[in-house]
Nanobody, 124 residues
Framework: QVQLVETGGGLVQAGGSLRLSCAAS????????MGWFRQAPEKEREFVAA????????YYAESVKGRFIISRDSAKNTVYLQMNSLKPEDTAVYFC?????????????????WGKGTQVTVSS
């Protein structure tokens, strides 16, 4: 089992920044990659960014490329999502997820463990 806890959400004005953290505990040695997903009201959950636990591969959704940065601190078992130049359309609940097996990183159904999410609201 892997437990994930997201923190760092909140309310910010458009153009502002937030940093989300995802602390992992449990069998973290079995994790291949970590991802961030988001879900806005009445919309499907969508991929935001992912990073392999080794840090050698990083992927972003086109909608956040150039604005968001994913990183990890393996010593702290923590993954971060630095969100800059935030837009109202970034408003959503942001989820952290852990994937055990090698493979595609942008599909939510391929992840094995999920956090409960943290709300990010961007006002215009």
């Amino acid at each position: 089992q892997v437990q994930l806890v997201e923190t760092g959400g909140g309310l910010v004005q458009a153009g502002g920044s937030l940093r989300l953290s995802c602390a992992a505990s449990g069998r973290t040695f079995s994790v291949y990659a970590m991802g961030w997903f988001r879900q806005a009201p009445e919309k499907e959950r969508e991929f935001v960014a992912a990073i392999t636990w080794s840090g050698d591969s990083i992927y972003y959704a086109e909608s956040v490329k150039g604005r968001f940065i994913i990183s990890r601190d393996s010593a702290k078992n923590t993954v971060y999502l630095q969100m800059n130049s935030l837009k109202p359309e970034d408003t959503a609940v942001y989820f952290c997820a852990a994937k055990l097996g090698v493979g595609i990183l942008h599909r939510s159904r391929d992840y094995d463990y999920w956090g409960k999410g943290t709300q990010v609201t961007v006002s215009s």
